[in-house]
């Protein structure tokens, strides 16, 4: 066997990171190529992630993926793109938002919007009668991208929902639950959850006034409190929506409310405000029960039980809430669901009630990985423990021998891939990539059939023996504090 | 706080599974509900994944993760659509099938054909000088679907490629050597990497007598000999290819020809065939480097030199190879790949070699679910560890505290979501889903301050005390054999 071949390359390009221009430094390089070479970009709204994006996101999605593990949930998977057809008319004025496949002969398919609609198609198309499923994929709209408030053309949700006919508000409140243990998981700090009652609101306006006809006009006016001051919103219910003052005066009324669970619930009941109408006394003993077993789940300091709460969609039936961040700075919506319990039998022959909620995980990301970089915290984006050098020339196929056992021993190795690298770049790539431990092989160690053993953190190094040394590497790696 | 109120549900619904109705099932209920309701259907050539199918999924994706993380790669994520000009002019023919975005205005983009080239692109564009990257997605093809075969128009690629300048060979053999520990890993039995040198095949042209001009085209007549007869083949390059016939002829004495590494290598220099060629020396000598290494990497018996082996695709510049399973009723290629060294440089200013490969993921989990159905082997979709049963009624609010309480300690956790379920229906639940381990609560239970446990897999049961309960619940889990 001849010695090997090595091309003329120079040392520069010895680390093994990814390398990254800054963004600043596309442009430039696009119009220098402008003529025979294509645009380098990703298209409007959609972004590469790098692999310290993907490490802090692999985290977070494994912790989010615990919680839901921890409550028995399976996972499912659908297509990134619908039949047309399934999407149409679920999404109201916001279906001009969804991307269309072109028509290349077949069928009409749209990318999907959410994975909501989705799911519903799924339990209906395969008669599920009880799920508990959780859903990490990405959905497309095609919505002014605001990339960096963390609003994308293409991004990912983050899903939980249980379908099935139980009893009234007990899987209700183990969603509530879940969303505290993942905000809690994924250490965005202080949140609070808003929580209503889609039949409270619309007997709120029975009671005040509005003709039924207006409800769902009037309750998408109600849901830009959160936005809007009340002026704002009145002038929209009474000269946009045509709703008579007196009646916008007496929902004013209502849609102020906001306290602690019970205590709402108490003055609602105290104060006769709900007295007569059938429905709205239902909305509130269903309530009661809820606020009871989130009692029993010690969860009650995070809810706040708010009359102005509305959320867009038309297919909540049920509860509705949705999580805000109350820290400093942090303001806006980072989780929000509710109940449904038409959507399935808008597919399927049966109705399947489900509840659930979905995570805004990619504000979650934005607010982390800002934190990063304030804190300038180092992130290891591969898991390599053992880096392999050679002291002196002509040593790669020892090298090669010495990595190739330590994988079949399942320990994550690595060495540089020139055949006779200089010693301060490959120390340098063990270092700048954080490995642990480093084996060092030269000469003197063929002679010895030994290996010498340096672990990084305490700069202390050893002579082990070369015959069966993956036990004693295995050891050695142990004893590293993490 | 008032008891809660029971909706009028019957016990039937209780099971937490997900209960599938026969694929056969669809039709007929679609038919049944053409008249006002949307067809129940995924786009042709898409597919639901189920839990059961998610779970055998992941097992298989974390362990070729494991392996890709055993070599030091890093993963990183692009879009799931690319500008169609990214796309333009990489696929030859097959760009027919390329999945185009409606134009709504703005850029026109497709969905991507593959990872190689969103790969390429994200290096060029971010001035990326080396990286070892995995990336596990889905990729879309306008192509006639086999779904029993496993192949579909939206399916997984996983792919794994080196790029950056290095020393001849050192990467390349680690790919192979990777490929091997995969196929190791999910257990399809055995297989074969058959593996050829682009630079030989074309030296090889050269040395019959093929004009240059004609060198892509006769290489891919080459590569329809795994599918087809050599009578074919001849006949494709000279009826078709317009090529001498004894040019052809000359050709079918080198394309037969297939070896052990190191054999086939002596052979070719033995014989003199390549006397007198550069580029076949060249190539020969590369070849016989990269053998050396990979006898240090103890892989040699798993590759097989074939100098009929071609790859389809135009890009590839150096080593080519594809690995083929050789266990009965298993023909096929299920992982392919090679040195590509230009295909970076046709989007930025700078070339970066790569090389990589990608795993036919899909035809590995036809093979694995066929094998499950087979051995109708059981498989758990969720990871929980203990149902909480309560014994008598009203003792839902301890159920509650007691499932809090593990999920606390993070144990995995579910209840019965009904008030007052029956006990049978209870423990059918927990036999149905494998949970290890049941918490009985019952009103004796309540007064003595304990709960009973019973231990599944030997049926035994013990008091423990309900004070600070947990840590004796995580010891009783530790004590369980898997």
């Known amino acids: 066997m001849s010695e090997p071949i090595i091309d003329n390359v120079t040392d520069k390009v010895e680390k093994m990171?990814?390398?990254?221009?800054?963004?600043?430094?596309?442009?430039?390089?696009?119009?220098?190529?402008?003529?025979?070479?294509?645009?380098?970009?990703?298209?409007?709204?959609?972004?590469?992630?790098?692999?310290?994006?993907?490490?802090?996101?692999?985290?977070?999605?494994?912790?989010?993926?615990?919680v839901f593990k921890r409550h028995g949930a399976v996972t499912i998977e659908t297509p990134v793109f619908e039949l047309k057809e399934t999407l149409t008319g679920k999404y109201g004025e916001d279906s001009k938002l969804i991307y269309d496949l072109q028509d290349q002969g077949g069928e009409i398919c749209s990318l999907r919007y959410d994975l909501t609609v989705p799911f519903a198609r799924y339990v209906a198309m395969n008669g599920v009668l009880n799920i508990k499923r959780y859903h990490i994929a990405r959905v497309y709209r095609r919505d002014n991208p605001i990339m960096t408030k963390g609003r994308f053309r293409e991004f990912y949700q983050c899903d939980f929902d249980i379908a099935g006919t139980y009893d009234l508000m007990v899987p209700d409140a183990e969603c509530l639950v879940m969303i505290c243990e993942i905000l809690e998981q994924v250490k965005v700090g202080a949140?609070?959850?808003?929580?209503?009652?889609?039949?409270?609101?619309?007997?709120?306006?029975?009671?005040?006034?509005?003709?039924?006809?207006?409800?769902?006009?009037?309750?998408?006016?109600?849901?830009?409190?959160?936005?809007?001051?009340?002026?704002?919103?009145?002038?929209?219910?009474?000269?946009?929506?045509?709703l008579d003052e007196t009646v916008a005066d007496k929902i004013e009324k209502f849609v102020s409310l906001k306290d602690e669970p019970m205590k709402l619930l108490q003055h609602l009941r105290a104060s006769g405000m709900c007295d007569g109408n059938?429905?709205?006394?239902?909305?509130?003993?269903?309530?009661?029960?809820?606020?009871?077993?989130?009692?029993?789940?010690?969860?009650?300091?995070?809810?706040?039980?708010?009359?102005?709460?509305?959320?867009?969609?038309?297919?909540?039936?049920g509860i509705i809430y949705e999580a805000v961040l109350t820290g400093q700075d942090r303001?806006?919506?980072?989780?929000?669901?509710?109940?449904?319990?038409?959507?399935?039998?808008?597919?399927?022959?049966?109705?399947?009630?489900?509840?659930?909620?979905?995570?805004?995980?990619?504000?979650?990301?934005?607010?982390?990985?800002?934190?990063?970089?304030?804190?300038?915290?180092?992130?290891?984006?591969?898991?390599?423990?053992?880096?392999?050098?050679?002291?002196?020339?002509?040593?790669?196929?020892?090298?090669?021998?010495?990595?190739?056992?330590?994988?079949?021993?399942?320990?994550?190795?690595?060495?540089?891939?020139?055949?006779?690298?200089?010693?301060?770049?490959?120390?340098?790539?063990?270092?700048?990539?954080?490995?642990?431990?480093?084996?060092?092989?030269?000469?003197?160690?063929?002679?010895?059939?030994?290996?010498?053993?340096?672990?990084?953190?305490?700069?202390?190094?050893?002579?082990i023996e070369r015959l069966n040394f993956t036990d004693k590497i295995k050891e050695i790696l142990s004893t590293i504090p993490k």
């Not at 029975?206 to 704002?232: H, N, Q, T, Y």
Request: net charge positive; glycine share 6%.
């Open 17 to 66: 990171e990814v390398k990254e221009k800054s963004k600043d430094a596309v442009p430039k390089e696009k119009k220098e190529k402008k003529s025979n070479k294509v645009q380098l970009k990703t298209p409007k709204g959609t972004q590469d992630y790098n692999p310290r994006q993907m490490t802090i996101r692999e985290q977070v999605f494994d912790g989010i993926k615990q």
């Open 191 to 242: 949140f609070q959850i808003k929580l209503n009652h889609r039949k409270l609101l619309d007997a709120i306006f029975a009671i005040c006034g509005v003709p039924a006809d207006k409800f769902r006009a009037i309750c998408s006016a109600v849901d830009k409190l959160d936005k809007s001051p009340w002026d704002e919103v009145r002038k929209e219910m009474v000269e946009v929506k045509g």
């Open 278 to 317: 059938k429905d709205a006394t239902d909305a509130l003993s269903q309530l009661e029960t809820l606020f009871g077993y989130l009692e029993c789940f010690g969860v009650t300091q995070h809810i706040l039980f708010d009359l102005s709460l509305a959320r867009g969609l038309d297919y909540y039936t």
């Open 331 to 463: 303001v806006g919506s980072i989780a929000a669901g509710g109940r449904y319990d038409g959507l399935v039998g808008m597919y399927g022959k049966k109705d399947v009630p489900a509840v659930g909620f979905s995570i805004g995980i990619e504000r979650i990301f934005t607010i982390l990985e800002d934190e990063y970089k304030k804190e300038n915290k180092k992130i290891r984006e591969n898991a390599t423990q053992v880096f392999v050098v050679q002291m002196e020339k002509d040593l790669i196929k020892e090298r090669l021998a010495i990595v190739s056992e330590l994988w079949k021993a399942g320990i994550n190795a690595e060495f540089s891939y020139k055949v006779n690298p200089k010693l301060p770049a490959q120390l340098n790539t063990a270092d700048e990539s954080n490995i642990p431990l480093i084996i060092i092989i030269g000469k003197s160690e063929v002679e010895t059939n030994s290996l010498s053993v340096k672990t990084m953190h305490d700069r202390k190094q050893v002579s």
